[in-house]
T-cell receptor, first 113, second 111 residues
Framework: DQQVKQNSPSLSVQEGRISILNCDYTNSMFDYFLWYKKYPAEGPTFLISISSIKDKNEDGRFTVFLNKSAKHLSLHIVPSQPGDSAVYFC????????????FGQGTRLTINP | DSGVTQTPKHLITATGQRVTLRCSPRSGDLSVYWYQQSLDQGLQFLIQYYNGEERAKGNILERFSAQQFPDLHSELNLSSLELGDSALYFCASMGDRDTQYFGPGTRLTVL
Protein backbone atom coordinates (compact mmCIF):
# COMPACT_ATOMS: atom_id res chain seq x y z
CA ASP A 1 0.00 0.00 0.00
CA GLN A 2 1.90 3.00 -1.28
CA GLN A 3 0.49 6.02 0.48
CA VAL A 4 2.77 8.53 -1.26
CA LYS A 5 3.37 8.25 -4.98
CA GLN A 6 5.64 10.00 -7.41
CA ASN A 7 4.49 8.71 -10.76
CA SER A 8 7.32 10.15 -12.82
CA PRO A 9 10.57 8.23 -12.28
CA SER A 10 12.47 10.82 -14.27
CA LEU A 11 12.19 14.33 -15.66
CA SER A 12 14.46 16.24 -18.02
CA VAL A 13 14.36 20.04 -18.15
CA GLN A 14 16.40 22.65 -19.95
CA GLU A 15 18.51 24.99 -17.84
CA GLY A 16 16.66 28.21 -17.05
CA ARG A 17 13.21 26.66 -17.48
CA ILE A 18 10.76 25.63 -14.79
CA SER A 19 10.93 22.14 -13.29
CA ILE A 20 7.68 20.76 -11.91
CA LEU A 21 7.76 17.62 -9.80
CA ASN A 22 4.52 16.00 -8.72
CA CYS A 23 3.43 13.88 -5.80
CA ASP A 24 0.13 12.28 -4.82
CA TYR A 25 -0.93 10.87 -1.48
CA THR A 26 -3.82 8.73 -0.37
CA ASN A 27 -3.93 9.14 3.41
CA SER A 28 -6.08 12.13 4.33
CA MET A 29 -4.57 12.12 7.83
CA PHE A 30 -1.27 13.48 6.51
CA ASP A 31 -0.93 17.14 7.46
CA TYR A 32 2.72 17.95 6.84
CA PHE A 33 4.59 17.52 3.59
CA LEU A 34 8.24 17.85 2.72
CA TRP A 35 10.52 17.71 -0.29
CA TYR A 36 14.03 16.32 -0.08
CA LYS A 37 16.80 16.34 -2.65
CA LYS A 38 19.28 13.50 -2.81
CA TYR A 39 22.61 13.16 -4.56
CA PRO A 40 24.22 9.73 -4.97
CA ALA A 41 26.11 8.51 -1.90
CA GLU A 42 24.64 11.30 0.26
CA GLY A 43 21.72 11.56 2.64
CA PRO A 44 18.50 13.35 1.69
CA THR A 45 18.75 17.13 2.04
CA PHE A 46 15.69 19.03 3.23
CA LEU A 47 14.43 21.55 0.68
CA ILE A 48 11.04 22.89 1.65
CA SER A 49 7.93 21.90 3.56
CA ILE A 50 4.28 22.84 3.78
CA SER A 51 1.64 22.39 6.40
CA SER A 52 -1.88 21.36 5.42
CA ILE A 53 -3.21 24.71 6.61
CA LYS A 54 -1.46 26.37 3.67
CA ASP A 55 -1.69 25.87 -0.06
CA LYS A 56 1.62 27.42 -1.03
CA ASN A 57 5.06 27.91 0.45
CA GLU A 58 7.94 29.64 -1.27
CA ASP A 59 11.65 29.69 -0.54
CA GLY A 60 13.84 31.31 -3.15
CA ARG A 61 13.68 29.32 -6.37
CA PHE A 62 11.57 26.61 -4.75
CA THR A 63 7.79 26.72 -4.32
CA VAL A 64 5.60 23.92 -3.04
CA PHE A 65 1.89 23.85 -3.83
CA LEU A 66 -0.62 21.73 -1.94
CA ASN A 67 -4.07 20.79 -3.23
CA LYS A 68 -5.74 19.00 -0.34
CA SER A 69 -8.94 18.15 -2.18
CA ALA A 70 -6.94 16.39 -4.88
CA LYS A 71 -4.39 15.02 -2.39
CA HIS A 72 -1.68 16.37 -4.61
CA LEU A 73 1.44 18.44 -4.10
CA SER A 74 3.99 19.78 -6.49
CA LEU A 75 7.43 21.32 -6.30
CA HIS A 76 8.32 24.10 -8.72
CA ILE A 77 11.92 25.05 -9.31
CA VAL A 78 12.50 28.20 -11.30
CA PRO A 79 14.85 28.88 -12.92
CA SER A 80 16.31 25.38 -13.06
CA GLN A 81 20.08 25.13 -12.70
CA PRO A 82 22.50 22.28 -13.50
CA GLY A 83 23.14 21.81 -9.77
CA ASP A 84 19.49 20.93 -9.33
CA SER A 85 20.10 17.60 -11.06
CA ALA A 86 19.37 15.01 -8.36
CA VAL A 87 16.67 12.65 -7.13
CA TYR A 88 13.77 14.42 -5.45
CA PHE A 89 11.64 12.71 -2.83
CA CYS A 90 8.36 13.93 -1.46
CA UNK A 91 7.41 12.81 2.02
CA UNK A 92 4.35 13.09 4.21
CA UNK A 93 3.71 12.83 7.90
CA UNK A 94 1.25 13.58 10.66
CA UNK A 95 2.32 16.36 13.00
CA UNK A 96 0.68 14.64 15.96
CA UNK A 97 2.37 11.48 17.13
CA UNK A 98 5.59 9.95 15.94
CA UNK A 99 5.82 12.07 12.78
CA UNK A 100 7.43 9.24 10.85
CA UNK A 101 7.93 10.16 7.22
CA UNK A 102 6.30 8.21 4.41
CA PHE A 103 8.30 8.70 1.23
CA GLY A 104 7.48 8.53 -2.44
CA GLN A 105 9.73 6.55 -4.77
CA GLY A 106 11.55 9.62 -6.01
CA THR A 107 11.89 11.47 -9.32
CA ARG A 108 15.27 11.82 -11.00
CA LEU A 109 15.57 15.38 -12.31
CA THR A 110 18.13 16.14 -15.00
CA ILE A 111 18.82 19.73 -15.98
CA ASN A 112 20.28 20.01 -19.46
CA PRO A 113 22.54 22.95 -20.36
CA ASP B 1 26.10 19.52 6.28
CA SER B 2 22.93 18.55 8.17
CA GLY B 3 24.69 18.19 11.51
CA VAL B 4 23.71 14.51 11.74
CA THR B 5 26.63 12.10 11.67
CA GLN B 6 26.63 8.40 10.89
CA THR B 7 29.37 5.81 11.13
CA PRO B 8 30.63 3.82 9.42
CA LYS B 9 30.06 5.11 5.91
CA HIS B 10 30.49 1.67 4.38
CA LEU B 11 30.19 -1.79 5.89
CA ILE B 12 30.83 -5.10 4.18
CA THR B 13 30.05 -8.29 6.01
CA ALA B 14 28.93 -11.87 5.51
CA THR B 15 25.57 -13.55 5.91
CA GLY B 16 24.77 -14.55 9.46
CA GLN B 17 26.88 -11.81 10.99
CA ARG B 18 25.85 -8.93 13.25
CA VAL B 19 26.65 -5.26 12.76
CA THR B 20 26.05 -2.00 14.61
CA LEU B 21 25.36 1.29 12.91
CA ARG B 22 25.83 4.50 14.82
CA CYS B 23 24.09 7.88 14.57
CA SER B 24 24.66 11.16 16.36
CA PRO B 25 21.78 13.64 16.04
CA ARG B 26 22.03 17.39 15.59
CA SER B 27 22.88 19.24 18.76
CA GLY B 28 19.75 19.60 20.86
CA ASP B 29 17.55 17.24 18.84
CA LEU B 30 15.87 14.62 21.00
CA SER B 31 14.28 12.49 18.27
CA VAL B 32 16.17 10.00 16.14
CA TYR B 33 14.62 8.09 13.25
CA TRP B 34 16.06 5.18 11.29
CA TYR B 35 15.20 4.52 7.64
CA GLN B 36 16.22 1.84 5.16
CA GLN B 37 16.64 2.39 1.45
CA SER B 38 16.98 -0.81 -0.54
CA LEU B 39 17.91 -0.94 -4.22
CA ASP B 40 15.33 0.90 -6.32
CA GLN B 41 13.20 1.51 -3.24
CA GLY B 42 12.14 4.65 -1.51
CA LEU B 43 13.07 5.21 2.10
CA GLN B 44 11.21 2.99 4.55
CA PHE B 45 10.75 3.97 8.18
CA LEU B 46 12.19 1.49 10.67
CA ILE B 47 12.03 2.93 14.17
CA GLN B 48 11.97 6.16 16.18
CA TYR B 49 13.46 7.07 19.54
CA TYR B 50 12.73 10.15 21.58
CA ASN B 51 14.98 11.09 24.48
CA GLY B 52 16.01 7.50 25.05
CA GLU B 53 12.62 5.86 24.65
CA GLU B 54 11.21 3.97 21.70
CA ARG B 55 8.32 5.95 20.24
CA ALA B 56 7.28 4.23 17.04
CA LYS B 57 8.06 1.18 14.97
CA GLY B 58 7.69 0.66 11.26
CA ASN B 59 8.39 -2.46 9.24
CA ILE B 60 11.43 -3.36 11.28
CA LEU B 61 12.46 -6.99 11.29
CA GLU B 62 12.76 -8.84 14.59
CA ARG B 63 16.45 -9.40 13.77
CA PHE B 64 16.92 -5.63 13.96
CA SER B 65 16.94 -3.59 17.14
CA ALA B 66 17.91 -0.09 18.16
CA GLN B 67 18.54 2.02 21.20
CA GLN B 68 19.19 5.62 22.10
CA PHE B 69 21.71 6.41 24.79
CA PRO B 70 21.71 9.19 27.44
CA ASP B 71 23.95 11.33 25.24
CA LEU B 72 21.22 10.96 22.56
CA HIS B 73 23.28 9.05 20.04
CA SER B 74 21.56 5.99 18.66
CA GLU B 75 22.66 2.59 17.44
CA LEU B 76 20.90 0.25 15.04
CA ASN B 77 21.82 -3.40 15.51
CA LEU B 78 21.31 -5.81 12.65
CA SER B 79 21.81 -9.51 13.35
CA SER B 80 21.67 -12.81 11.46
CA LEU B 81 22.24 -10.78 8.34
CA GLU B 82 20.83 -11.91 5.01
CA LEU B 83 21.67 -10.86 1.47
CA GLY B 84 18.43 -8.89 1.33
CA ASP B 85 19.55 -6.67 4.18
CA SER B 86 22.03 -4.97 1.87
CA ALA B 87 20.84 -1.39 1.71
CA LEU B 88 21.50 2.19 2.67
CA TYR B 89 20.58 2.95 6.26
CA PHE B 90 19.86 6.54 7.15
CA CYS B 91 19.20 8.16 10.45
CA ALA B 92 17.48 11.49 10.85
CA SER B 93 17.01 13.78 13.79
CA MET B 94 14.26 16.22 14.55
CA GLY B 95 14.02 19.11 16.94
CA ASP B 96 10.89 21.06 17.68
CA ARG B 97 10.06 22.25 14.17
CA ASP B 98 8.64 19.10 12.56
CA THR B 99 11.42 18.71 10.01
CA GLN B 100 13.77 15.72 9.92
CA TYR B 101 17.39 16.23 8.94
CA PHE B 102 19.24 13.25 7.56
CA GLY B 103 22.73 11.94 8.01
CA PRO B 104 24.92 10.78 5.12
CA GLY B 105 23.93 7.15 5.57
CA THR B 106 25.69 3.82 6.02
CA ARG B 107 25.92 1.54 3.01
CA LEU B 108 25.67 -2.07 4.18
CA THR B 109 26.72 -4.85 1.83
CA VAL B 110 26.05 -8.44 2.89
CA LEU B 111 27.99 -11.03 0.91
Amino acid sequence: DQQVKQNSPSLSVQEGRISILNCDYTNSMFDYFLWYKKYPAEGPTFLISISSIKDKNEDGRFTVFLNKSAKHLSLHIVPSQPGDSAVYFCAASRIQGAQKLVFGQGTRLTINP
Amino acid sequence: DSGVTQTPKHLITATGQRVTLRCSPRSGDLSVYWYQQSLDQGLQFLIQYYNGEERAKGNILERFSAQQFPDLHSELNLSSLELGDSALYFCASMGDRDTQYFGPGTRLTVL
